[in-house]
């Protein structure tokens, strides 16, 4: 092996892990400085899950790390019981400098909500358009487009929910300039995700840097990104009420979503924009 540094991004499962092992071990008896980045929130649980000699083969492995980097402070324990804390690092994720550009002011007259993420249960799908369809029956203004590969386990419920929506338009997948239209459309970004493997959600800070307000969960690392009432609401895990009731609060204040849309785009361009990520893993890289 004639690198330096090895730098791996593995699954977050036993096999995710183990098919690196030959890899591992043989960089390790070659001493090369091993760099593990975990970019969610599951593999903790996952060696938790072990038992018998997979788990102590999957610590083995991790444990010929030199340097492990998560997305944020809460997400350490992923790599704690394979490392001192003094070799886990912290890098958070970046959205690409184009959506930052040439923005366009977030409309200020009503709600406009963009979701963005593949359309399945545990990323808070179905929780929306439920808080959606209450919206509706107690007209309450609002638009919505949502955007996402809709995942076959529960296609029929979001199918049949979405026909039932007056003001919501699910557009497909979107990528590159049509990914920045949407986000520069809406003006609220929502995300009611309990996701199992959820780290740091990228489309969260595309939105931030298109001037959204924020509504999600304080689930895995967003709260270490997004703090309640100043980038956005927290909402309950898998409840439509408590979704429902926030963005009616936002619709009747809507001189807050403009605010913390505009702060939004700030704080992205103070903290996750592409140089700022290489940086500060070339200063991770050289610690």
């Known amino acids: 092996i004639s690198q330096d540094i090895i730098y791996l991004t593995p699954g977050q499962s036993f096999f995710g892990v183990a098919k690196y092992s030959l890899f591992i071990l043989i960089a390790s008896l070659f001493k090369k400085e091993l760099i593990i980045h975990v970019h969610g929130n599951h593999l903790g649980t996952a060696y938790s899950e072990l038992s018998g000699w997979k788990k102590r083969f999957f610590k083995l492995l991790l444990s010929k790390m030199t340097k492990g980097i998560v997305l944020s402070k809460s997400l350490r324990p992923n790599l704690s019981p394979f490392l001192a804390q003094t070799q886990i690092f912290e890098l958070h994720n970046f959205a690409q400098a184009y959506l930052s550009q040439q923005l366009r002011p977030p409309a200020t007259d009503q709600l406009q909500l963009v979701y963005l ?15 959606l369809k209450m919206l509706e029956k107690d007209a309450i203004p609002y638009k919505a487009k949502i955007a996402g590969h809709i995942d076959p386990d529960n296609q029929d419920r979001v199918e049949a929910a979405l026909s039932q929506l007056g003001h919501t338009q699910y557009i497909g997948v979107v990528h590159g300039l049509d990914k920045k239209e949407l986000l520069d459309w809406g003006n609220t970004f929502v995300l009611p995700t309990f996701y199992t493997m959820e780290g740091q959600p990228i489309a969260i800070l595309e939105a931030m840097a298109t001037q959204n307000a924020i509504v999600t969960t304080a689930h895995a690392g967003i709260p270490d990104i997004i703090k309640d009432k100043k980038h956005g609401y927290f909402v309950a895990k898998n409840d439509p009420r408590s979704l429902y009731q926030q963005l009616k609060y936002l619709q009747d204040h809507l001189e807050e979503v403009a605010k913390m849309a505009q702060n939004n785009s700030s704080y992205f361009q103070e903290h996750f924009t592409p140089t700022q990520f290489e940086e500060r893993l070339l200063r991770i890289l050289k610690a």
Do not use: Q, T
Not at 117 to 131: C, F, P, T
């Open 117 to 131: 993420s593949n359309l399945m249960e545990e990323k808070g799908i179905l929780v929306l358009l439920e808080a």
